[in-house]
């Protein structure tokens, strides 16, 4: 069975505790485990929404999305950088290229990110406290609540269908919304399960979530090198058709789907 205020609240703690390391200092694997608690935070909150007989909560969960919404923001800011400088680390290039150059402008961009991250903690880490506890207070009655394992994944492509119906492939807007979709789909078909079996049980919106987060991943290092070394660079043409390659990757998925 699964439990999903219980899973909501081990979320909660894993988020105070992100949000306390990254405060002090906003280290890549901190930044990672902020944005991961928040995206999994707000899986619960979407799946406590398909559930009946619940306490009154709605209130209580808007000003908890509320106080979140920066802090996810610029977490997701910082660790876009940190996969951008993984990627590019990891490429095969020729001889010579503008890695370093475009590493040092990324690097010099993560830190200001992470110092407006650590300000923005530091405003609202109190308010998101705050939040948590008349969160939890409102569904008390409910604290046991339970649900089996096998309406997961039903209630996850429920969500999952209502809130991409009518998307195309082509948009661009559109696909970044699938790709989010896709992730918060799987952290509620995950939820309450042993990591093995969620990503069996998962696999599906597994496979969007990571190729479409390639693609996302690709496109974002493409517009950095354009911008920082101009379109006509060969880093720039290389990340440009990597881009095009994830992209397409992604939209041949969604379209087998």
Known sequence: MARPIQALREQATALE??????????????????????RRIEAQLELLMQLRDLPPYRT???????ALKSNRKEAGQVRDLDVLQEILQGLRLPQPNHRQKLLKALDKSRQKRADDLKQDLE????????????????????????????????????????????????????????RKMAKVARYIAETGLPAKQATTVAARYNRLQQSGGHWHDALLLAQEAKKKLGKKDPLTKLTSERAKTHHDSFVRLLNAA
Not at 60 to 66: K, Q, T, V
Request: net charge positive; hydrophobic share 45%; glycine share 2%.
């Open 123 to 178: 405003q609202h880490i109190p308010k998101v406290a705050k939040a948590v506890e008349k969160l939890f207070a409102a569904l008390k009655p409910a604290e046991g609540l339970t649900l089996p394992v096998r309406q997961l994944l039903p209630l996850a492509d429920t969500w999952y269908q209502k809130r991409t119906r009518g998307m195309k492939v082509v948009r661009e807007d559109d696909l970044h919304t699938i």
């Open 17 to 38: 505790a992100a949000l306390a390391v990254c405060v002090a200092t906003p280290r890549k694997k901190a930044v990672h485990n902020l944005r991961t608690s928040t």
């Open 60 to 66: 209580e969960a808007a000003a908890f999305r509320r």
